[in-house]
């Protein structure tokens, strides 16, 4: 066995919780389910032994022959529930239940809502629950709601549920076992042994057009299996598209491809075909697609764990070198890749931040257990409720406040002192039998964008369109800039004009997702030294050049620095989406500045401020003092943009409403780090070997034993 099944075994046949990390394909699932299935052989379950969950069905679908054959081999049976699985099967089943259960959290859901299923003969005996990828849960409201049903489903039980997580990347494991223990008594384990470094082929890639990568990427996938992630769904299927028309043989995978297609491209490509996979995120969950040659990465993943997800579906052949090569559109994203690496090989990947103060699953769990027992006491949901961690900061007077409200706006009905569905939960979430019950999540909300007089221009994720800034942020669609003039939330549209001559978005625009504190701090490390980095090419390498010309040496002595432009005044921190926001409404309250906001910099409009002006606020804004001034708490839910981050968000009182805007737009703890961080070191030069023509070999671990333990490799 390898080391972490070794390890793995002893803690579970102990008896503990745990959390197992181990690299993509490397036998963290059999490190979980061998020794549980020790366990059921020698003593049998009544009914189902083990619950196997994961957050795709295409990841439970790939998994699922492996499971039937190790339980098959000691006599066992493992059945496989969701959204696709016939009516007959999920009888036959409830008939006569198998000792393993593979399933997805809203599956779950399904069941305990439904009358049809025994609920107490079926989960008796249950004595372990695996939980695969468990970091695409955690910190989440798909988190919230799988620890809510554990905890329902845990007092039907005998035992004391065994909890199992699994992860091949996640930079704060013991947080992460604390949070999945719940109420389990049981003592707790991180089994995380430590790992042979072992080599990388890395190289960055800079290109004047899409065209011209899509042509590399083609050059690159003929005669291998590849991958080719993609940041966006528009991006998968413009390159797929490109790559096609010189004759290779190319499947698309995203979520909005259909089920048919995307197993179609999973078989076809899994049964040895050289072929090259576009897609997003969705390929990044350990499923498996065979051996592969080579993974492509069109510009840059946002998390030093997603890059190492990705990249640890290579490498697995004897001789073979995990890889993966960046094919970057403009030197933004050629710095922030290289970023990544370097992260990667300091041994840093981002901690899960768990929630405490759940609000939206808080409401989907009072519908939940109202609609399950049909009128359920306030008394049992809160005794219920209150053992999930995402809700342990939410007061027990806080608890009957919403319970009050809910009741005031119709989404419960009080009866003789119990709580049943109201008539607003039966309009809001009734439609196919409470389908839309089932799950806390939504899909991505898109926003229409159209010009001044009604033209279609195309659409937004909403994830973009919270950082923009009415007639001040500037971007780009359909290949031209455009302002936005106004932004109608209600109607999940946005309204733009024309961007005059001056206002195209230059290096550091806008991007579609929050980039984190320590990735930007990162990125100005790498700005403010003159090391050469090794992985990139010719192009790459001149890019990063005239962005250390441009902004170098005003980063190597301080923290963050002005510059004046005829398109307005800037103020540069390199300190992450959040961070940025949260300075951008702290000087709003402050001093009525308006700003606009961005991974890297503030953005005021020219004449507004000064740079001894700036100084001086940001010296009160790094005052912890500043965030718990009663005024500012009053103030800032009035100033926030009411974006809708969840279904039942609606149902909420607006305090707690914009509570959960508050969490997901700013980060008032990172800031302090940022205003009180002492000043810049000067960086120490490393000027490591270029090993390949393709790429530098570079030693990354791909996944360091901690968050902040620096593996300090060193490049070959």
Not at 113 to 122: C, G
Not at 448 to 464: A, D, H, I, M, Y
Not at 675 to 702: D, I, K, W, Y
Request: glycine residues 6%; proline residues 6%.
């Amino acid at each position: 066995m390898r080391p972490v099944q070794e390890e793995a075994s002893h803690a579970l046949l102990d008896g503990c919780n745990a959390v197992i990390l181990a690299p993509t394909a490397g036998g963290k699932t059999e490190a979980a389910i061998f020794p549980l299935l020790a366990e059921m052989v020698a003593d049998e379950p009544k009914a189902v032994g083990i619950l196997y969950v994961a957050p795709i069905k295409a990841l439970l679908n790939n998994q699922a022959e492996r499971l039937k054959t190790y339980a098959e081999m000691v006599g066992l049976r493992r059945f496989l529930w969701h959204g696709d699985t016939r009516a007959a099967e999920r009888r036959a089943f409830l008939r006569e239940p198998a000792q393993i259960l593979m399933t997805t959290p809203e599956s779950l859901e399904v069941m305990l809502l439904s009358s049809q299923v025994p609920h107490q003969r079926l989960f008796s005996d249950l004595r372990a629950v695996v939980v695969d990828e468990i970091h695409a849960m955690a910190g989440l409201d798909r988190g919230a709601h799988l620890m809510s049903i554990l905890e329902r489903l845990a007092p039907l039980s005998r035992h004391d549920l065994q909890r199992v997580g699994l992860s091949a990347t996640v930079g704060n494991p013991a947080d992460i076992l604390a949070w999945l223990q719940g109420t389990s008594r049981r003592p707790g384990r991180v089994v995380n042994p430590r790992r042979q470094k072992s080599q990388k082929e890395l190289g960055i890639r800079l290109f004047h057009d899409r065209q011209a990568l899509a042509r590399s990427a083609a050059a690159l996938a003929e005669g291998r299996k590849s991958l080719f992630f993609c940041q966006s769904r528009a991006l998968t299927e413009e390159v797929a598209e490109k790559i096609r028309k010189r004759g290779t043989d190319v499947f698309v995978h995203h979520s909005s491809v259909s089920l048919e297609e995307r197993v179609a491209a999973e078989e076809r490509f899994h049964q040895g075909r050289n072929a090259v996979i576009v897609c997003t995120s969705t390929l990044e969950l350990g499923i498996d697609v065979g051996n592969l040659d080579r993974i492509l990465q069109a510009n840059a993943p946002s998390t030093v764990s997603s890059f190492l997800q990705r990249m640890g579906r290579t490498g697995r052949r004897a001789g073979q070198r995990a890889n993966t090569l960046f094919l970057c559109e403009n030197s933004e994203v050629v710095l922030q890749a290289a970023a990544l690496i370097e992260l990667a090989r300091e041994g840093r990947v981002e901690s899960v931040e768990v929630q405490t103060r759940c609000w939206p699953v808080l409401v989907h769990q009072l519908l939940a257990l109202a609609l399950e027992h049909g009128a359920v006491s306030p008394e049992h949901c809160w005794n219920q409720l209150c053992r999930v961690p995402d809700f342990k900061d939410i007061t027990r007077q806080e608890f009957d406040e919403l319970v009050r409200h809910l009741v005031r706006e119709e989404y419960l009905f009080p009866v003789d002192g119990k709580l049943s569905m109201g008539d607003a939960a039966e309009r809001a979430f009734g439609r196919k039998n409470f389908l839309e019950l089932y799950a806390v999540f939504s899909t991505p909300q898109l926003y229409s964008v159209v010009t001044r007089g009604g033209k279609p221009l195309g659409s937004l994720e909403q994830n973009f369109v919270d950082k923009l800034v009415e007639k001040v942020t500037c971007f780009l669609l359909g290949g031209r800039a455009w302002v936005a003039e106004l932004i109608l939330h209600s109607e999940s549209k946005v309204v733009v004009s024309p961007a005059p001559r001056g206002r195209k978005p230059s290096w550091g625009g806008y991007v579609p997702q929050f980039l984190g504190y320590e990735l930007c701090q990162k990125m100005a490390e790498i700005l403010a030294s003159d090391a050469p980095i090794p992985y990139l090419d010719a192009p790459s390498a001149a890019a990063l050049g005239q962005m250390r010309a441009e902004l170098g040496r005003s980063l190597r002595s301080q923290r963050w620095y002005e510059a004046k432009t005829p398109d307005g005044e800037y103020l540069w921190t390199f300190a992450g989406g959040a961070v940025n926001l949260t300075l951008k409404y702290g000087l709003q309250h402050l001093r009525n500045w308006t700003a606009a906001s961005d991974n890297f910099r503030l953005k005021f409009p020219e004449g507004e401020v000064t740079p001894r002006e700036l100084r001086e606020a940001l010296e009160r804004l790094a005052d912890p003092c500043f965030w718990e001034e009663p005024e500012l708490r009053e103030r800032l839910p009035s100033i926030l943009p009411e974006y809708r981050l969840s279904k039942f968000q609606r149902a909420l009182p607006h305090k707690w409403a914009m509570e959960m805007v508050k969490r997901y737009l700013l980060d008032v703890p990172t800031t302090l780090r940022f205003l009180n961080a002492p000043l810049p070191r000067l960086l120490q030069e490393r000027r490591p070997r270029l090993s390949t023509s393709f790429s530098a070999t570079t030693g990354v671990e791909e996944n360091p034993p901690s968050h902040s333990s620096p593996a300090g490799h060193q490049c070959s």
